[in-house]
Structures are given as structure tokens and as C-alpha cells.
């Protein structure tokens, strides 16, 4: 019995850590400065291929994984300096700007690095419960958006940075005649949704074959996820990962993973007709 | 009726413009008597993706409303048509394949249109709601190699895509070559002065309005929501009826033809050329067509960054468009050459009040 449950419980931590690793990055994006950074499929790219690349090179797993996220972020704070700050008064052309970025990207790798690259395997170990066996690595990714989730929740509720990040979220003018560096503050909140975005692509990066256009698997799990949680990450995001998990995990067990990504379509769909701005505006109003 | 072809909408209007626009329809149709079949057949290629962009400049540039599904109709109708053309056998059927596979389109629009805008979804949430409904039906489509997957005798095939449906027929005639391009000349001059007519309306002034400011159209008394729809659905429905043609035209369609990067490229065209203007979209579509389709000889993916790039350049050099701002830069050379005769040029500069 136990057994079926923990299956049960291990499906649902699949699927639950891919919606909140894939949109954490978006989703502060977007609750921060309004845009949505349609080249985050791009910077999960871009962490995983450094991850592989750092891995035949021989470093160890976990450093390269961290060094990617970091250079992901790094790229991403350039990103916003050169093209993104431009565009906070326009966030429909932000869009479209990063948009051209995303297009510019994945052609470019697949003419300099071609189709695909040597992968690295999934880490061995997995252990069993009654009858089942699962693989520790998955475990292990559910643990990370767990923590990650964990992270943001101390980084903007806990920190000095997180309180004026949040000033400069509910109101940029007045934050900025009280001193924040509003500019500063969205440089780096871009960076950490890009960084985010790269940890995403390293940590999923043994998983899967790495094409530059893997990042299209990842962005109409993040984009849904998104739609849903509204500008909220941590009462946003995380409420519509679990909920989206649920929905998907169920349809998955039955009918495969693509009646699962479209049912959570679906799903989405009818929410918006109820809920147009996600879960959090009705978490946030029952809070107050 | 007549009298709507020109008005505060569109920019073009008087003698000059519409000599303009003969002379241009004259070589269009000219054309197939100097060049050979092949190059009839590839110009026809261009011709097929222009109603697409017609449609976004409709929903985007008119309507306010950034959709990036026009591919996600444009495989529905695409699919569509083969399945129908399939089915129903060749001969003519394969017209009422093409009308029913865009009316499939329009329905599908309906509905996802309903939801999204009684929701009140806008601005950034249409555009990537629209962009996930279409990726998700590329991977769909993407895993159907198996033979379960049939409608009919139609397989899907995959990734590999479907193929084996007739051409359009009429009788035991097939429309293709220079045949199909007249037809596709003749389809473009209905849209483009159907769609002039539509946006100097009644109806277009409403939509425009809501564009502007939904609020103040919903104050004075409009709905907005049913114009939004239904310019949600006529853009859409052209963008189905690009699908449908060219499905019709290689007799074969393919999921990549619905996911990225095939999903941005209406919005590239529409954007370069300037969304707020029908003719402006309908000559840089063209333009651009032709430029891509020159430079993908050689390597596809070169062009497509250059599609990317061209984006980039668009919106942060001449967010409403290159080319409007050339076509307003002559008009307003033009017009200060021959002060005074206001007739000719068209109120250049009246659709500035914009806000993306």
C-alpha cells in the first residue's frame, strides 16, 4: 500500500518540480518588471549546454550545474542592460524584442554547434519501495524546486534587497524617490529569473538530448504556470505548479504525456475565463 | 460601399494611390506571361502566407490584439483541408474542403476567443496564452507517426507530416501553377479591399476604438468584447485560409509549420512592415517573403536569424514599422512638394496615436 502511495506522491514531484523549476525564472521576470522574457526558453538552453559542455571537460556535475546557472545569469543581467531596460514602458515590445533575441539564439547554435551534442547520462541510483523502483536523480530535482522555492522566499522576505525589490514591484517612482535604485534592482532581478532559467536547464540537462531547440519543451509549462499564478511567485507560482501537477500527473498516469499537456492546456484555458489575473490576486485578497 | 475604400483608417487614398495600386495589380497579373512555371509556382509561395499577415495586421494593428497563433489556424485549416480533401475524395469537393476547413479554423478561433476575452485576458496574457495553444498542438501533431493516428484514410504521419490529398479541382481541372496564382492574385485583392472596407466602417471605427481605449468604447455603449471577437475570429480565419491554400499547394503539411520558429514569422512581417496600415503590411509581407525565401536557398537557418535580428532592429529602431515610417517619409516629401493639393496624399502621420 505504502508503495502506491509513495508512487503516487514520486509522480506528482516529477511533475510538480519540471512546472516550478521551468517557471520560477518567468515568473519573477514577470512579477517584477511586468515583462515576459520570451528568450527564457533560450537561457534554459544555454544552462544546459554549459553544464554538458563543463562536464566533458571534466568537472564534477553539481559545480558545473552551478556554474551554469550562474553564467545564465550573467548573460541575462547583459541581456537586460542592452536590450530589456529599454523596454519597461513597452511591455508588449519587450516581448517581441526578446522575441527576436530567442529567433537570433537558437538559429545561430544550431548553424555554429550543429543538431546535437554528445549528452551526458542521467546519474545512476535509484532504489525501491514494494515493487517499484524510482531513480534517486528525480528525487533529487524535486528536492531543488523545493529550494528553490525556499530561496526566493528568503531572498524577497527576508533580506534587505527583497524589501526594496518588493517597494519597487508595488511602486517604482516612490521606490526610487526614497533612494532604491530601481535600475539596479530589475538588473538583477532579470538575472535572477535568468539565472533560474539556467539552473532549469542544468539540472534537466542529463535528462534529455540537448538540441538548441529544447527550450520549446519548457516554455508552455512555464508559460501556463505563469498565466495562472498571475505576478505573484511565491503565492502565485507555487499554488498553480501544485494544482497544474495534480491535473497533469493524473492525466499522465492514464493517458500519456501528451493528453496531459493538453488537458493542462485546457485547464488553463477555463481558468482564465474565471480567474483572468491567475491565483494570486484571489490568495492575495483572501490574505488581506 | 464603395465610398468605404478609403477613409481615416487606412493610409492611400485618391488618384495617385489607386494608380498606384493598378499598376501593381497589372504586373501582378502580367507576370506568368514573361517568367517560366517555376517561378510562377514560387511566387504564388509568397502569395500564400500574405493573409495571414493581413489577419494579424487586423487583430494587432486594428484590434489591439497581439495574437501569436496565427500559425496555430493556420495548421487547423492546414490539417483540415488535407483530412477533408482526403475524405470527401479529390475533384471538386477539394473547394468545399477549403471553405469548411476555414470555417473549422473560425470555429476554433470562436471558441479559444470566447475564453480568452470574456476572461479579459489582454495585452501579454493573449500573446503567450495564443503561443502555448499553438505549441501544444504542434507536439501533438509531432507524435502522431503511429498508424493509430487517422482520420478516415487521412494518416497524420507525425513529424514527417501528412500528405497524398488532391489539389484544389474544379471538375477534372487542377488549380495549380499560374492557374493557382490567379487565383491566389484574385483572393488578395478581395481581402486586401474587403478588409479596407471592413476598417473604415462602422464596425472598424468600433474596433479601433477599442484598441484605443476598451473603457471609454465600452462607456459609449459597444460591447467590446463581441468586436473583439469577431476580429479575433476573422484574423484568424485568414490566417486558416493560408493553411488551407498551402496545404493545397504542396499537397503536404507538415507540424513544423505550426511551432517555433514558424509561429513568429507572421509576427516579424507584421511588425517590420508596420501593423497599423493594410497596405504597409501587405507589401513589406511581400517583401520580406521574398528576401526569405532568397536567403533560405542557402542556409535556413541564416535567414531566420536574420528574421530575428529584423525583429529586434524593428522594435528598437521603428516600433510602428519600417515600412510605414518609409512609406510616411514619402508621402511627406511628396506632400511638401505639392503643397496645397492635400487630395493625393493620405493624412500621413493620423495613425500615431498608438499605444503598442
Known sequence: MSAEVFSVFYQFADVFAFLILSAAGLAIVFGMMGVINMAHGEFIMCGAYVTVGLVNLGVPLAIAQILAAVTAGLIGVLVEFLVVRRFYKRPLDSLLATWGLSLIVTQSMLLIVGSAVRGIGTPEGSFAIGGYTFSTYRLVLFGCAVAVLAGLYIIFMKTRFGVIARATMQNAAMAKALGARTGRIYAISFGIGTGLAGLCGALYAPTMTLIPTMGATFVVESFVTVVIGGANVLLGTAPAAVFLAMIRMALNASYGQIIGQIGMLVAVILIIRVLPEGLSSVLVRRGR | ?356
Open chain 2, 1 to 356: 460601399m464603395f465610398k468605404l475604400l478609403e477613409g481615416p483608417q487606412t493610409l492611400g487614398r485618391g488618384r495617385m494611390f489607386w494608380s498606384c495600386f493598378l499598376v501593381g495589380l497589372g504586373a501582378a497579373l502580367t507576370y506568368p506571361l514573361f517568367a517560366d512555371s517555376y517561378d510562377v509556382g514560387n511566387f504564388a509561395y509568397f502569395l500564400i502566407w500574405i493573409f495571414m499577415a493581413l489577419g494579424l495586421c487586423l487583430m494587432w494593428g486594428y484590434g489591439g490584439m497581439l495574437s501569436f497563433g496565427q500559425t496555430l489556424f493556420f495548421g487547423i485549416a492546414g490539417y483540415g483541408y488535407g483530412v477533408l480533401a482526403i475524405n470527401m475524395g479529390g475533384g471538386s469537393a477539394t473547394i468545399a474542403a477549403l471553405v469548411l476547413s476555414v470555417v473549422l479554423a473560425m470555429i476554433a478561433a470562436g471558441i479559444l476567443g470566447y475564453f480568452m476575452i470574456w476572461g479579459g485576458i489582454n495585452g501579454i496574457f493573449f500573446g503567450i496564452v495564443t503561443l502555448s495553444a499553438t505549441l501544444v498542438l504542434a507536439f501533438f501533431l509531432g507524435q502522431t507517426a503511429g498508424p493509430e493516428w487517422h482520420i478516415g484514410p487521412a494518416r497524420l504521419n507525425g513529424f514527417n507530416g501528412m500528405k497524398g490529398m488532391d489539389p484544389l479541382t474544379v471538375g477534372d481541372f487542377y488549380i495549380e501553377g499560374s492557374a493557382l496564382y490567379y487565383v491566389m492574385v484574385a483572393l488578395i485583392v478581395i481581402v486586401y479591399l474587403a478588409l479596407r472596407m471592413l476598417v473604415n466602417s462602422g464596425i472598424g471605427n468600433v474596433i479601433v476604438a477599442t484598441r484605443e481605449n476598451p473603457q471609454r468604447a465600452e462607456m459609449l455603449g459597444y460591447d467590446v468584447r463581441k468586436y473583439q471577437l469577431l476580429t479575433f475570429v476573422i484574423g484568424s480565419g485568414l490566417a486558416g485560409l493560408s493553411g488551407a491554400l498551402y496545404t493545397s499547394w504542396g499537397q503536404f503539411i507538415t507540424p513544423s509549420s505550426i511551432g517555433l520558429p514558424a509561429a513568429a514569422m507572421p509576427i516579424v512581417w507584421v511588425a517590420f512592415s508596420g501593423r497599423s496600415d493594410l497596405t504597409a503590411t501587405l507589401v513589406g509581407s511581400f517583401l520580406l517573403l521574398f528576401g526569405f525565401q532568397t536567403i533560405t536557398v542557402y542556409s535556413q537557418q541564416a535567414a531566420l536569424v536574420l528574421m530575428g535580428a529584423l525583429l529586434l532592429a524593428t522594435v528598437m529602431l521603428a516600433p510602428q514599422g519600417f515600412v510605414l515610417g518609409i512609406g510616411k517619409l514619402v508621402a511627406d516629401w511628396s506632400r511638401g512638394r505639392r503643397r496645397g493639393d492635400g487630395d493625393v496624399i493620405a493624412e500621413a502621420g493620423r495613425l500615431q496615436s498608438e499605444e503598442s
